[in-house]
């Protein structure tokens, strides 16, 4: 049993997450930013990439909810290199930090739950968090891991803003880099919404299990 995985993000109106510094963009209209904020209150957990915590530095929290009420935030960090000073840490909800099994860091105030041997065990984490009652699971980035998601399979729903800016740059990441699928297998969306927010467009897909 795994959580309903939903993969949250924000792109330029030429698909990128974030400029070329790699450095946080604010892309997101107002009004975008207020329904962000509800689907992380809904969530059972918020999970990002160790690139997007050494890029952005985000609480990953739900301002005004007590640390008992906010979601778990989960970090994918195989080789350890969270920062000791990470505002993942700062104890405004609980963390979870997972490794491969190689890695031998902890932290303090994080969980630390070891799932892979050099990859993480993506299916493996799922099911823990399942097992610690997690039923949705938001992935908010950035392009690695939102790949790597993808790429096993593991996306119910993608929801992505569309921000009325360009910011070019042909290394700035998008909402799913990694190494590429086959062409002759991409995942298959189904465009299950479109709605104006503000200056930009909310497009939510349901992903399509199986052979496309
Ligand atoms: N606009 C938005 O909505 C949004 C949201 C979030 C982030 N961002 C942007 O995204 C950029 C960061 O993206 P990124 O792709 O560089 O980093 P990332 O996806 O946040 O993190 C990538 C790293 O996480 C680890 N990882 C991810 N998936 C893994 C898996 N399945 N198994 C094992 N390890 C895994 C790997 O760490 P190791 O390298 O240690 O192996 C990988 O290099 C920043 O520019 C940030 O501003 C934008």
Redesign the pocket.
Known sequence: MRPTVTV????TADGK??GRS????R?SSPEDLARVKELRAASGAIL??????I??DPHLTVKDLPPERNPLRVV????G?TPDGARVLDGRARTLIVT?EDCERNWEGAETLRA?KG??D?ELMLSRLHERGVRDLMV???????F?FFE?GLVDRYMVFVGSMIVGGRGS?TPA?GDGLPEDRPVRLRLAGCRRLGDGVLLTYEVGHGAP
């Open positions: 949250n993000c924000a792109m997450i974030a790699r450095r946080q963009l892309i990002v990439g160790v690139g997007t915590v890029a952005d994918l960090d195989p080789r290199r491969s892979g990859r993480i993506l908010e980035g950035g392009g690695e891991t939102i790597s096993s990441p880099d």
